[in-house]
Each structure stands twice: as structure tokens, then as C-alpha cells.
């Protein structure tokens, strides 16, 4: 069986570029956003039409809607601000809102947890001058507390919260573990001194 792709244009004018980008981060690119946006709802609208998707609740149409963000390539850090712009919700119930996606969806949206684990410890910096010395940057509330429940599976101490806001301190074991379960080479800290 054959699958062919159904094309649409849909009108995005300058003010509407101008107006998606002032509720995104500046760094995000409104014109990838609107076409991953105009995507997902075309899809879902086609979806309905065929009887493959019909939510019971408007809890489960945005759930289904914040996975089709996140598997159309909208990365959790991003997401937190999509999903808030699209719903006109505050920061605090997207976040929530991605938590409980990704607690039900938690199979289809394991690549891209990973995926955010991943990148979060590949950027980490040892610190000699800490008892937990690698620090690493999670912004994302659902990746933090991720690596928190997969170093507690490993019973590693879990990560902590630094002075710094977004970055969380990791002892050596912690760190290790952690890089194995999302499957990256652990750096040498001789090597970051």
C-alpha cells in the first residue's frame, strides 16, 4: 500500500510571524514553530474526519497534542514555551501539562527524554573545588526529575540543586550512572581540570 502526501499553503503573514514570535523564546524560529503547528492540526482535524482520534476530553486532546509537538521535533526545553504560548497557559501548568504527557505517552516520548537527558550530560563541567562536583544545566523540570528517578533506580545519590538556578550538582558515581543509562561516554574529570 502506497502513501501519498496531502499539501496545504496556509497564509502566515509578517504580523503573525511577529505575533507568534513575541510569546516563543527570541532564540526560537516562529516559521518552523507555525509549520509544525499547522501540521499537527491538520493532521488531528484529518484524523477526526477518518474516526482514527476522537479525545473524550479536552485533558486528553491537549495531551495528544503536546506529543505530536514533541515527536514533530519541538524539544522539551521548547516545549515549555510552545505549550504555554498555545494554550495561554502560565509556565507552571505546561510544565504540568508536559509532565502528564509524558507520564501517559511515556513510551512514544522516550527518545526525546533521552534525548534531553542526553543533552543536559554531555554538557556537564567537573568542578574539583565541589563535593558533588559535575554540574550540569536542566532547565527542563521533567528531565530533572527523570535523572532524579533514574539515579534513585541505580540507588545513586540524585542530583541537587546548585546555587545557580537551572544547574544541578552530581557526584562522580551519580554522574556515571546516569551517562550509561542514556547510553553516552562518561568524561574523564582529570581531563576537565
Given at each position: 500500500m502506497s502513501t501519498e502526501h496531502v499539501k496545504l499553503e496556509i497564509p502566515f503573514s509578517a504580523s503573525d510571524k511577529r505575533q507568534l514570535q513575541k510569546v516563543l523564546s527570541p532564540k526560537m524560529d516562529s516559521m518552523k514553530v507555525a509549520a509544525i503547528i499547522a501540521e499537527i492540526g491538520a493532521q488531528e482535524a484529518l484524523d477526526q474526519a477518518l474516526g482514527k482520534s476522537e479525545p473524550r476530553t479536552l485533558t486528553e486532546q491537549r495531551q495528544h497534542r503536546v506529543k505530536s509537538l514533541l515527536i514533530s521535533g519541538i524539544t522539551i526545553r521548547e516545549a515549555e514555551v510552545v505549550v504555554a504560548a498555545?494554550?495561554?497557559?502560565?509556565?507552571?501548568?505546561?510544565?504540568?501539562?508536559i509532565e502528564a504527557t509524558a507520564?501517559?505517552?511515556?513510551?512514544?516520548?522516550?527518545?526525546?527524554?533521552?534525548?534531553?537527558?542526553?543533552?543536559?550530560?554531555?554538557?556537564?563541567?567537573?568542578?574539583n573545588g565541589k563535593p558533588q562536583a559535575w554540574e550540569i544545566t536542566v532547565p527542563s523540570t521533567l528531565i530533572r526529575k527523570w535523572l532524579q528517578e533514574e539515579a534513585n533506580k541505580g540507588n545513586q545519590p540524585p542530583p541537587r540543586p546548585s546555587e545557580k538556578g537551572a544547574v544541578w550538582l552530581l557526584p562522580d558515581d551519580t554522574y556515571r550512572h546516569l551517562c550509561a543509562a542514556v547510553d553516552i561516554e562518561p568524561r574523564d574529570p582529570d581531563a576537565e581540570r
Open positions: 498555545i494554550f495561554k497557559i502560565p509556565p507552571s501548568s505546561s510544565r504540568r501539562l507520564a501517559r505517552f511515556d513510551v512514544e516520548l522516550l527518545d526525546h527524554i533521552l534525548a534531553s537527558a542526553r543533552e543536559a550530560l554531555d554538557g556537564a563541567f567537573f568542578d
